[in-house]
Nanobody, 124 residues
């Protein structure tokens, strides 16, 4: 069983930055691909970014490419999402997800473990 706990959410002005973190309680963290998703009020959950178990492969949604950076620290069992140039449309609950993986990234719908999420609100 994998438990994921997100932190770092809050209120930020448009153009600002925020760094989210997700702590995983699992001994074999380096065998899991990790992802960040977000859900805005009244909208479906959407993919934001993912990183492979080694950190060598990353993928981003087009809407955040060039502004967000996903990274992981396998020694600390954490994954982070650095968000720059935030816009009001980035507002939502940000969720961390994990999926056992060999080398590549899992498909968006394949993540098995989810955190509770952390709210990010970007004011204009």
């Amino acid at each position: 069983q994998v438990q994921l706990v997100e932190s770092g959410g809050g209120l930020v002005q448009a153009g600002g930055s925020r760094r989210l973190s997700c702590a995983a309680s699992v001994r074999t963290f380096n065998t899991y691909a990790m992802g960040w998703f977000r859900q805005a009020p009244g909208k479906e959950r959407e993919f934001v970014a993912a990183i492979s178990r080694s950190g060598g492969i990353t993928k981003y949604a087009d809407s955040v490419k060039g502004r967000f950076t996903i990274s992981r620290d396998n020694a600390k069992n954490t994954v982070a999402l650095q968000m720059n140039s935030l816009q009001p449309e980035d507002t939502g609950v940000y969720l961390c997800a994990a999926q056992p993986s060999l080398l590549d990234l899992p498909a968006v719908g394949q993540y098995s473990y989810w955190g509770q999420g952390t709210q990010v609100t970007v004011s204009s």
